[in-house]
């Protein structure tokens, strides 16, 4: 059974990069689709982006320009970077694995990240 | 960018009883590409229903979900206790997106 486990910092500062790693367990990340969704406290779900392993790569409009997802197969993880972060970005957030793009078969545990000073 | 609206957006019903939960979109939604996941207070959500009427591995058949175009929708055939949770929408097609979540209550 797959297991997603995301890591980082909890707290990142506004205007510096917030950058997410998530270790997959039970499954290789060189097959399925890879997501990244938040939740800001309190409120629903967004969309961020998502991946397959080859390379392509899909991103929110709000948010293209500031996020990147990427794979590192040797270590069976993918990553998320969102650059120049404010307050708004406060949120948890949850990598995810999808059969098709963008969908949400199987979730991690979530991680809150705070952006403040 | 589709806007999805899901309505109400709190229920109370007892135990038993028949709920059922729609979700509008903007413009017009591919069947294939929408989905319904259900959330719990401090948990990760959980797919329920993907292709708009596809049930994820694992969900009880009390779950079922229908729709095409603009207007979709999650049925809970009859409601248990542990039902309690919020569920959002989702289309995957063009862009992703979800909707702002209905939040079921049990009497």
């Known amino acids: 059974q797959v297991q997603l486990q995301e890591s980082g910092p909890g707290l990142v500062k506004p205007s510096e990069t917030l950058s997410l790693t998530c270790t997959v367990s039970g499954d290789s990340v060189t097959s399925y689709y890879w997501s990244w969704i938040r939740q800001p406290p309190g409120r629903g779900l967004e969309w961020i982006g998502y991946m397959y392993y080859s390379g392509s790569t899909n991103y929110n409009p709000s948010l293209r320009g500031r996020v990147t997802v990427s794979v590192v197969t040797s270590k069976n993880q993918f990553s998320l970077r969102l650059s120049s972060a404010t307050a708004a970005d406060t949120a948890v957030y949850y990598c995810?694995?999808?059969?098709?793009?963008?969908?949400?078969?199987?979730w991690g545990q979530g991680t809150l990240v705070t952006v403040s000073s | 960018e589709i806007v999805l609206t899901q309505s109400p957006g709190t229920l109370s019903l007892s135990p038993g009883e028949r709920v059922t939960l729609s979700c509008r979109a903007s413009?017009?939604?591919?069947?294939?590409?929408l989905g319904w996941y259900q959330q719990k207070p401090g948990q990760a959500p959980r797919l329920l229903i993907h292709g708009a009427s596809s049930r994820a591995t694992g969900i009880p058949e009390r779950f079922s979900g229908s729709g095409s175009g603009t207007d979709f929708t999650l049925t809970i055939s009859r409601l248990e206790p542990e039902d309690s949770a919020v569920y959002y929408c989702q289309q995957y097609g063009s862009s992703l997106s979800f909707g702002g979540g209905t939040k079921v209550e049990i009497k």
């Open positions: 995810v694995r999808g059969h098709t793009p963008g969908i949400g078969d199987n």
């Open positions: 413009q017009s939604v591919s069947s294939t590409y």
